[in-house]
């Protein structure tokens, strides 16, 4: 399973493929593949909608949301869950992976800038030592990606599965929670999104009412 994230992962910078990077598709293909009746879709949507606001503009690293998605599935997956109330906390313990995600990319880019540099001093070296090959240097770099990327799975896998398991044990499961709350919620990212100064006006009045309607 973490090979072929590494390999998915691939769509993230190195082939651009319409919005296969996306959680969604991540949600989409535990749906496809695995049991339907988990909340594989619902995961999927929680993580494309929190970080709507955040695109990858010039050097700007989003967070990996995909990889929060595909190790948030893959936990509801083997733990089992499928209520929402006990989908609730994977998903919260599953935000700082998709940070975590993005700061790896960003050393390995880092790292992969520093590699062309030499490659590009020995291509105009006037002897050259035959390591040079830039297809060479293509193949090696995807490679390493998908390794890296598949190892940084198989942590986060570790992490959510362990933390994830004492949440259930510990945690009463909410009864009453239901996906509209959880999505609901999580929609402050696409107000966000808007860029306007009257959105964030009209989310504050939003939640006051809420919040006045519910505890006064």
Not at 97 to 117: I, K, P, T
């Amino acid at each position: 399973m973490r090979f072929f994230f590494g390999l998915l992962a691939l769509f993230r910078n190195a082939v651009h493929l319409g919005f296969l990077d996306r959680p969604i598709v991540m949600g989409i293909l535990f749906a496809l593949l695995l049991e339907p009746n988990f909340p594989f879709l619902a995961i999927g949507i929680f993580f494309e909608l929190l970080w709507l606001d955040i695109i990858p503009a010039g050097t700007h690293i989003p967070p990996q949301s995909q990889l929060a998605a595909f190790v948030c599935a893959e936990t509801a997956a083997l733990l089992p869950v499928t209520q929402p109330g006990q989908v609730l906390p994977l998903l919260l313990l599953a935000i700082p992976l998709a940070w975590l995600g993005s700061r790896v990319e960003s050393g390995f880019r880092n790292r992969l800038n520093s590699v062309h540099d030499a490659l590009l001093r020995r291509t105009a070296s006037p002897v050259p030592d035959g390591g040079g090959d830039p297809q060479a240097f293509l193949l090696r770099s995807l490679a390493l990606y998908v390794g890296i990327q598949a190892c940084v799975c198989l942590v986060a896998s570790m992490y959510l599965y362990s933390l994830g398991s004492v949440a259930l044990d510990y945690l009463p499961a909410r009864s009453g929670t239901d996906w509209s709350e959880i999505l609901g919620g999580v929609l402050l990212g696409a107000f966000l999104a808007l860029r306007l100064r009257r959105s964030y006006w009209l989310l504050a009045a939003g939640i006051v009412f809420i919040f006045m309607t519910l505890w006064l």
